[in-house]
């Protein structure tokens, strides 16, 4: 189970602040969620996976 900080927390910090976790957790939450998401939410969506691609991706 996910314990780190919540998105209202992370909505405050750039996408290059957060852990490899953090954002591993909320782009796989996101990605469960994507037929549903507003225009805002697919913004978000897509700044994690950027800024997951530009670290090499998720180390397991």
């Known amino acids: ?3 780190g900080r919540d998105m209202t927390e992370l909505s405050m910090m750039a ?3 957060w852990n490899d976790n953090e954002l591993a957790f909320f ?14 939410g697919v913004t978000i969506h897509r ?5 997951i691609e530009s ?6």
């Open 15 to 17: 996408k290059a602040d």
């Open 47 to 51: 700044e994690i996976i950027e800024e």
């Open 55 to 60: 670290r090499g991706g998720i180390k397991g």
């Open 27 to 40: 782009h796989h939450s996101l990605q469960q969620i994507a037929p549903y998401l507003n225009s805002e």
């Open 1 to 3: 189970m996910y314990t």
